[in-house]
Nanobody, 126 residues
């Protein structure tokens, strides 16, 4: 079993910052990427950012480009999402996800990811 545990969510004013963390544990597997998705109230889950495990390339949704940064710490197998200049429309439940190399599909599709955390709530007040 693979476990992903998110942390770092909370309540912040517009313009503020938060850093989310995703700690991975359990069975090892060959990773294609790890990413962040979010689900805003009344909306479908959407892609936020992803980091390619081989090579380290990063990709972002247009709505967060220039404000969010995805990174990883190999030493403790943790992935981060630094979120700056937060807006009320960033309010959502944020999920960490891992994509094994055995899966196929575009990096921005949730179907590409096999393992998911429980989510951490981010609320941005205006």
């Amino acid at each position: 079993q693979v476990q992903l545990v998110e942390s770092g969510g909370g309540l912040v004013q517009a313009g503020g910052s938060l850093r989310l963390a995703c700690a991975a544990s359990g069975r090892t597997f060959s990773r294609f990427a790890m990413g962040w998705f979010r689900q805003r109230p009344g909306k479908a889950r959407e892609f936020v950012a992803t980091l390619m495990w081989r090579g380290g390339s990063t990709y972002y949704a247009d709505s967060v480009k220039g404000r969010f940064t995805i990174s990883r710490d190999n030493a403790d197998d943790t992935m981060y999402l630094q979120m700056n200049s937060l807006k009320p429309e960033d309010t959502a439940l944020y999920y960490c996800a891992a994509s094994p190399t055995s899966y196929t599909g575009p990096y921005y599709s949730s179907a590409r990811y096999a393992y998911w955390g429980q989510g951490t709530q981010v609320t941005v007040s205006s």
